[in-house]
């Protein structure tokens, strides 16, 4: 196999592959229509605010574990 040979398969091998599969996914979108319809790009309506007569929701106390300790400093004697 002469030297050029070599290269071209190769290259195939390491780019023709992914382009192939590139190109099949590219063809398997279709053209499609990139225009949305009107009223489309209305954005959503926000998050409604909580009923401002609920009662809060009560959290348990974190575990001595998770509270940080203020880090004792040892005194010269």
Excluded: H, Y
């Amino acid at each position: 196999m002469t030297a050029d040979m070599q290269v071209n398969c190769s290259f195939a091998l390491t780019f023709g592959v992914p382009i192939a599969l590139a190109w099949w996914e590219l063809k398997r979108l279709g053209r499609g229509n990139w225009n949305p319809p009107p009223g489309d790009d209305i954005p959503p309506d926000p998050a409604p605010l909580p009923d401002p007569g609920a009662v809060p929701q009560v959290r348990k106390p974190l575990p001595d574990c998770l509270i940080p300790k203020p880090v004792r400093e040892r005194e010269l004697a």
